[in-house]
């Protein structure tokens, strides 16, 4: 078993790209708050949009079968 996790986008709980699905799974947190900061910060100098982008390119997708 790995000693350490990945950010991964999740494949089950995705909108768009599953850039928050994975964040909020990797933080354990809910979804909903990771799409409300991105907006908030899209909102405010469009760095929500540069850093969803850049983790829709580098973050791979979740490859587990969720049972």
């Known amino acids: 078993m790995d000693s350490y996790r990945r950010l991964t986008r999740s494949t089950t709980d995705r909108r768009i790209a599953g850039v928050c699905g994975g964040i909020a ?12 900061l991105f907006l908030i910060a899209l909102l405010f100098g469009s760095l929500g949009f540069w850093a ?3 983790i829709w390119i580098a973050a791979p997708e ?6």
């Not at 799974?25 to 409300?36: F, G, Q």
């Not at 979740?62 to 049972?67: A, K, S, T, Y």
Request: cysteine-free; proline content about 5%; hydrophobic content about 40%.
């Open 52 to 54: 969803y982008l850049i």
């Open 62 to 67: 979740d490859n587990r079968l969720e049972q």
């Open 25 to 36: 799974s990797y933080l354990n947190i809910d979804p909903t708050v990771v799409r409300i």
